[in-house]
């Protein structure tokens, strides 16, 4: 007897939406659930459907990232240069809008507001040292600003937490081998003090560097596109994001939102060697955002548990979780 589609032997298993998450895609989870089943019936169609799965959540965790790149391109171009509020302003204004109409229509949930908050605090603060010792400066005057640094400026650091938020929780994140929190913590405020101290004494990056990889040299981060659960080291992903943001900034760059020394008198790619500093940043986004996601360990079996959230003896926080 011919069974329905649904009956196969290989028919995959679906797990709940992570739509649910936000209110106005909720009505759409059920369509998309049938066009799931239609998608599994042929091995190619449901190869192409987990890849623009993929493409869907990357561009859905990008939200707010995405909204600031357009309106860094988006006023390069069009925004008058006689006009009577700076551009600089102009984007302070609309990241704010942008922020509070993500809240109002349900489509950024409490946690990530929170994340964003954070981390346009810990990027402010930066800025106005960096610009102050001269690592990069914001050649158009404006009204709001901290010590020389546009305000709007603390979103550009707040993309990169609002996506590890929203990424976090649409690929239903798993690890194996994952460090305790509070070695992770204490890397994030080394990397973060370091950003400061090596204008004044030797630069420790690479030792940072070095404790990045023994912390998470064994970590593995198991994601979820569709159906199966699919890893990676993550390092890799680390490196990978860090990649995409060195992209982000080079259009930054170009449309003069920023601008290096070396950029002053044209435009140039922004040195590879910043990809490193975007790298260890990371990390501190990752921590952050770990306080409000607490990681779950991936179990032999499927299941997950979570991290502990108490810690052992404290001379081997340090050491990644077995």
Not at 65 to 86: D, E, N, Q
Request: glycine share 6%; aromatic share 18%.
């Amino acid at each position: 007897m011919h069974r329905p589609p649904d009956q196969q032997p290989d028919s995959p298993k679906f797990e709940p939406s992570a739509a649910a998450i936000w209110p106005p895609l909720r009505p759409f989870i059920a369509g998309e659930h049938r066009l799931g089943r239609f998608m599994a019936r042929r091995r190619w169609t449901s190869a192409l459907y987990e890849f623009v799965r993929f493409g869907l959540k990357q561009g859905w965790a990008c939200l707010f990232g995405g909204i600031a790149v357009f309106l860094m391109i988006a006023t390069w171009w069009f925004y008058p240069a006689t006009a009577w509020l700076p551009r600089y302003d102009f984007l302070f204004l609309c990241m704010i809008t942008v922020q509070i109409a993500l809240l109002a229509g349900k489509l950024e949930t409490a946690d990530e507001a929170k994340v964003i908050l954070i981390y346009h605090v810990v990027g402010t603060v930066m800025e106005i040292f960096k610009t102050q010792v001269g690592s990069w400066i914001y050649p158009e005057p404006n009204f709001f600003r901290i010590a020389g640094v546009p305000l709007f400026s603390g979103f550009m650091y707040a993309c990169i937490g609002s996506y590890l938020c929203r990424a976090w929780r649409l690929f239903d994140l798993e690890f194996s081998g994952h460090p305790r929190r509070l070695g992770l913590a204490a890397l994030s405020v080394a990397i973060y003090v370091n950003f400061f101290s090596h204008h004044f004494m030797p630069d420790l990056r690479w030792l940072l560097f070095a404790l990045a990889g023994w912390l998470f040299f064994r970590t593995r981060v198991y994601f979820r596109v569709w159906h199966v659960s699919r890893s990676m080291p993550l390092l890799l992903g680390f490196a990978l994001v860090s990649l995409f943001i060195w992209f982000s900034e080079n259009i930054g760059t170009f449309t003069k939102t920023w601008l290096y020394p070396s950029q002053r008198h044209g435009w140039s790619m922004v040195s590879i060697d910043k990809f490193g500093s975007w790298f260890l940043l990371l990390i501190i986004s990752y921590t952050l955002v770990s306080l409000v996601n607490a990681p779950r360990e991936k179990c032999m079996d499927g299941r997950t548990i979570a991290v502990r959230k108490k810690f052992n003896r404290m001379p081997d926080f340090w050491l990644p979780r077995l």
